[in-house]
């Protein structure tokens, strides 16, 4: 918008996007202390609601635990049959032991594909659900926000962080869970086979969940700050490409390159320091792990020869005792990666907890038949970080249903502030808002912008096609609605001239357009809107005299019928106005039409004296 000293978010006071990197901070602290995985259970909520694919996937997780397991039980018979004492074993006495091995490894073959399929379809389908959640809350964000806080930081959590609790839900949990029944189940066995070894191997456990913590919660902090330097390689990134022309033009491209190689560089490095934890932690898990069951296997061979049990028994407690120990050390190695999605959760949540401050009251006003009728009443408004500067200082204004009212003045007065509080994107501190009778502090948000429709100075336009652009302003608008929206906007020559007419892709932000297509485009988006209310802020202000001249007549045709507020510098687009406001330090200085105001000599006959001079 045009008023760039005042609309800028001032140093002070936080807003709502100081609000979130102050949480992070926050949270970063608390890293140093937290012992738990308290973040993923921000994911349980959606899973409940896909308990149907939980169960079975719950199922198959133990009935393939149970399946590996019993291969042990089954191993111990046939042991045991071809060391039967007596008569010597045949093929026909052994054979019962081999189907019953084949049995149990076939139940295992089909379960672990089920298991496979359910527990992914379950962590993709919460991945899903996670997205979609992030981003429309994210949407739900005040502007204050975005000032904040860089789009690519954003971008950041709904890609990377994501990423990394899809892979927790893809992969690792499923495996963790099955380690976890394996390891259980084999720990039982392992009691009913040799209480007496068993003890021993219990006695390993505490020495192998020590390294666990210790190294498993630098993990976390680590995969957290290494997150925290790839959302600010990404930020940087997003902020130079949406601006690559001006980055080419001043030959700022190896400058550039080289602070998103020092950002990159920097989460490597945080990256490595992980890696480096991650491996020694591993390696003492793996270590202590299979140390102890070598020892208890020792201890088990020499119960063996004495007699003690059986070689069957001999040979399942040691399947039993790798059973148990692998799945330890894979836990252990498992851990590190339940840490790292912990971190990139805590990251995610914090954006989740962000809340915006501009919301629908819990019992909102209706709105009443749209009037276009508008007013502000004694507005004192100054944005967030910059309360000791207010932007508005006692405004008044009320513009009658379908009247025209420019507003004028020096860079700086506060005019694109008060459209901004009409969009409700602020508060003020003093004084009311008022669409239609209503206060807007009393009214949904989506309703009060439902009767607005923006054209602004340098207007958003999205990739797809030029029509895509059209609908955005209304999706339910008919064809006919679309074209006569096209027509009035004087886009229809032009579009029905593209490659493939209005189904043509203009690129992202519509740049395969000229300056004065896209505007003429933005207005055909503002009036398929068919709202009562029309916002112009600097419309014309960066076309040439020819687009200009297209885009007023299609401005003018644009306000027959609405109720009108135009932001202007360009005086002679608003010579037309019914009424002329012009603000000075964010109050009305004077008013009138362009005559009146000339013959008064304030400040509107001296900015006019200055733009007329050389015509």
Known sequence: MSDQTSEAEPEGRPSVGAELVQTLAAEGGRREKSRNLKPLARLLPFAR??????????????????????????????????????????????????????????????????????????????????RRAVFGHVLTLDPAFFLRTRTGEVLSRL??????????????????????????????????????????????????????????RRVRRLTASAQDRFADAIGLAGENLGALETVQAFNREQSVAARFGEAVEESFQVSLTRMRARAVMTALVIGLVFGGVVLIFWLAVRAGLRGDMSWGALIQFAVLAVLAGSSAGALGELWGEVQKAAGAMERIAALLDAKPRIAAPAQPMAMPRPRGEVALEAVTFAYPDRLETPALRGFSLAVRPGERVALVGPSGSGKSTVFRLLLRFYDPQAGRVVIDGVDLRDADPAQVRARLALVAQDAALFSGSAVDNVRFGREDASPEALRAAVRAAQAESFLDALPDGWDTHVGERARSLSGGQRQRLAIARALVREAPILLLDEATSALDAENEQLVQDALDQAMAGRTTLVIAHRLATVLKADRIVVMDEGRVAEEGTHADLVARGGLYARLASLQFAGA
Do not use: C
Not at 61 to 74: E, I, Y
Not at 99 to 128: D, H, N, P, Q
Not at 168 to 194: C, E, K, M, W, Y
Not at 197 to 207: A, R, W
């Open 49 to 130: 609601r896909h308990v149907a694919d939980a169960a079975l996937a719950a199922v198959f997780l133990v009935f393939t635990a149970s399946a590996t397991l019993g291969l042990s039980g089954a191993l111990r018979l046939l042991v045991d049959r071809l060391a039967a004492p007596g008569a010597a074993p045949t093929a026909a006495s052994v054979a019962p032991g081999f189907w019953l091995l084949s049995g149990v490894a076939i139940a295992l073959a089909a379960g672990s594909a089920l298991r496979y399929f359910f527990v992914t379809k379950l962590g993709e389908r919460i991945v899903a659900d996670l």
């Open 159 to 216: 890609t990377a962080d994501i990423q990394i609790v899809e892979g927790l839900l893809g992969t690792t949990i499923s495996f963790a869970l099955r380690n976890i029944l394996t390891l259980a189940g084999a720990l039982v066995l392992l009691v009913v086979v040799s209480p007496q070894l068993t003890g021993l191997v219990m006695l390993i456990i505490p020495v192998v969940l020590v390294p666990l913590f210790v190294f498993g």
